[in-house]
């Protein structure tokens, strides 16, 4: 609830603000849904329930439920119980970006170690498919190594600029 100094929201605004991400994020192959919803709790000032998120969508609760379980398993939404109720409610965990975009390369990872295999399955580097695939792993050892550099940088940044404490 907004307190007296709080400045008033445009709701139309916000509204626009939370379509146009997640269409911007749908271009780029994330589903729309789950979009709609990390920016609608992106955009409230405290958690909300699924009921909540799907009042301000105009959506059913099945279409949040399946976008709140995929947005939880990248680490993009935290589920906290509400006391005292079966309802869960659903806000930004800390430092968001880094957390989803940083710490969940465990996809490069997997590339790396099956890229590993094939390199080995097609001998190396000695045939033109072995190299193929070598200079694909090799590609993802580079995102890795500067996804990590990047993860530190954003760390030391945060920090120096008094951000490292609050909600990302």
Same mark, same amino acid.
């Given at each position: 609830?907004?307190?007296?100094?709080?400045?008033a929201?445009?709701? &139309?605004?916000?509204?626009?603000?939370v +379509?146009?991400? %997640?269409m @911007?994020? @749908?271009?780029?192959?994330?589903?729309?849904?789950?979009?709609?919803? !990390?920016?609608?709790?992106?955009?409230a000032?405290?958690? !909300?329930?699924?009921? +909540?998120? #799907? $009042?301000?969508?105009?959506?059913?609760? %099945?279409?949040?439920? #399946?976008?709140?379980? =995929? !947005?939880?398993?990248?680490?993009? /939404?935290?589920? $906290?119980?509400?006391?005292?109720?079966?309802?869960?409610r659903?806000?930004?965990p800390?430092?968001?970006? =880094? &957390?989803?975009?940083?710490?969940?390369?465990? /996809?490069?990872?997997?590339?790396?170690?099956? @890229?590993?295999? #094939?390199?080995? %399955?097609?001998?190396?580097?000695?045939?033109?498919?072995? $190299?193929?695939?070598a +200079?694909?792993?090799?590609? =993802?050892?580079?995102?890795?190594? &500067?996804?990590?550099? /990047?993860? $530190?940088?954003?760390?030391?940044?945060?920090? %120096?600029?008094?951000?490292?404490?609050?909600? #990302?």
């Amino acid at each position: 609830m907004p307190d007296d100094r709080s400045p008033a929201r445009n709701e &139309e605004e916000v509204h626009l603000f939370v +379509e146009r991400m %997640a269409m @911007a994020y @749908a271009d780029v192959g994330f589903p729309r849904m789950a979009g709609r919803v !990390l920016f609608t709790v992106m955009s409230a000032d405290d958690p !909300l329930t699924a009921a +909540e998120i #799907g $009042e301000q969508l105009d959506v059913s609760p %099945a279409a949040v439920s #399946g976008a709140v379980r =995929y !947005l939880t398993q990248f680490g993009m /939404l935290v589920r $906290e119980p509400v006391k005292g109720s079966r309802r869960d409610r659903y806000r930004m965990p800390d430092n968001a970006w =880094y &957390e989803a975009t940083l710490t969940k390369t465990g /996809l490069y990872k997997s590339f790396i170690d099956i @890229a590993n295999g #094939g390199v080995e %399955a097609l001998h190396g580097r000695a045939t033109p498919a072995g $190299e193929r695939v070598a +200079e694909m792993r090799d590609f =993802y050892v580079f995102i890795q190594e &500067e996804i990590d550099a /990047l993860g $530190e940088r954003w760390r030391a940044r945060r920090a %120096a600029t008094g951000h490292g404490d609050r909600a #990302g």
